[in-house]
């Protein structure tokens, strides 16, 4: 599924899993679907690359997702995982 999204805001997330502490970095996103967008935010994570290339320089900016995986996290709120198919122009790729 491919969203175009903008981002809100830009934070670090970690826990204790099975196999050790993991870290993440959560990207706080809203549709900007023109017909019918979702209604509440929702958090998309970083892969391993995409943190080394744009950490930091995200938020407010605007990105097209494909989303490959969508779960409720913590409270309900959704987490996507997939890849950034479109990065803003003044990120280095």
Do not use: W
């Not at 935010?41 to 490959?68: I, N, P």
């Not at 409270?75 to 950034?84: K, S, T």
Request: a positive charge; aromatic letters at 6%; proline letters at 4%.
């Amino acid at each position: 599924m491919k969203l175009h999204v903008q981002v809100i805001s830009e934070r670090d997330s970690s826990y204790q899993g099975k196999r050790g502490r993991v870290e993440q970095v959560l990207v706080a996103c809203l549709d900007l679907c023109p017909v019918s967008p979702m209604l509440n935010t929702f958090d998309y994570v970083l892969t391993d690359d995409e943190r080394e290339r744009l950490r930091g320089t995200l938020q407010g900016k605007k990105l097209e997702l494909a989303v490959e995986e969508a779960k409720p996290d913590f409270g309900g709120r959704l987490r996507f995982r997939g890849r950034i198919l479109e990065a803003p122009a003044t990120v280095k790729s």
